[in-house]
């Protein structure tokens, strides 16, 4: 599954232009120093989405499963040379109306909230830390499984369906709160880019949306990458502040990472 995020839709690669308002873009030292925050929040706001709420039971044989899959996520030497890496930062908290998000999809509430045991790489910053990259992947008791998640997020009404589930008063709410009651969060869209431009058979979900604190608006971009391999599906989330995640860097990080599953 995928998701990209920023004030307005824009084409792979291109610009996120900032609002017109007074001080939208700040000091460029301002932005660069609160981008950690802003990234660590987004993925955790955003990811609950994606991620279910109750994780299902591990195995002897998935933990084999889960050791072999950690081998081949992303680390940092894959990242440029001035990117440093962090603890992750995953959180797993309930998914926000999930019936009404599963009967927009026209999935069981089970597939929304289906959660299989994962392992996930270290975060990746850039310097200024106003990108990002995190990468994980799910075990699935079997290849039909996996597909079957990964088709949720290909059905054509996602987007439409994730940009109701976010702009939710519940979602809005349970993301105010983890932006602080100081941040305006404006309205979320959700798109999706073609399959191909990151590989015929991956899936991708887009979302767009601008945060407001002291004055600066800040134009957030977050981009999931899916693609599933046997009863294995990975995910790679590259997220910005600004301006739109490198093209080329995505489409490196996902070819790399689809070569190792």
Known sequence: ????????????????????????????????????????????????????????????????????????????????????????????????????????????????????????????????????????????????????DLAVASKRNAPKCFTEAFNSPESRSQMQSAFGSGAVIGTLDVTRTPSSYYGPHTVNITIYFPVTTNGVALNLELVEVGFVKGNEEQMIVLTSVQSAFPTSLSRRLTALADARL
């Not at 925050?37 to 933990?63: D, I, K, Q, Y």
């Not at 009404?100 to 830390?129: E, H, I, T, Y």
Request: glycine content about 6%; hydrophobic content about 40%.
């Open 1 to 148: 599954m995928a998701i990209r995020v920023g004030i307005m839709p824009s084409g792979p690669g291109e610009p996120v232009t900032p609002r017109s308002s007074a001080g939208a873009r700040g000091p460029a030292r301002y932005v660069a120093g609160i981008g950690r925050l802003w990234l660590g929040t987004l993925t955790c706001a955003l990811a609950l989405f994606l991620l279910a709420s109750t994780a299902e039971a591990t195995s002897v044989h998935t933990r084999a499963e889960l050791a072999q899959a950690k081998k081949s996520l992303l680390v940092l030497s894959d990242m440029p040379k001035t990117w440093t890496s962090s603890t992750a930062s995953n959180n797993n908290t309930p998914t926000p109306d999930a019936a009404q998000l599963a009967a927009c999809l026209g999935v069981s509430l089970n597939a929304v909230n289906d959660n299989p045991p994962s392992v996930s790489s270290r975060d990746f910053n850039s310097k200024g830390d106003l990108q990002s990259v995190q990468d994980m992947i799910e075990v699935f008791p079997t290849a039909a499984a996996a597909q079957a």
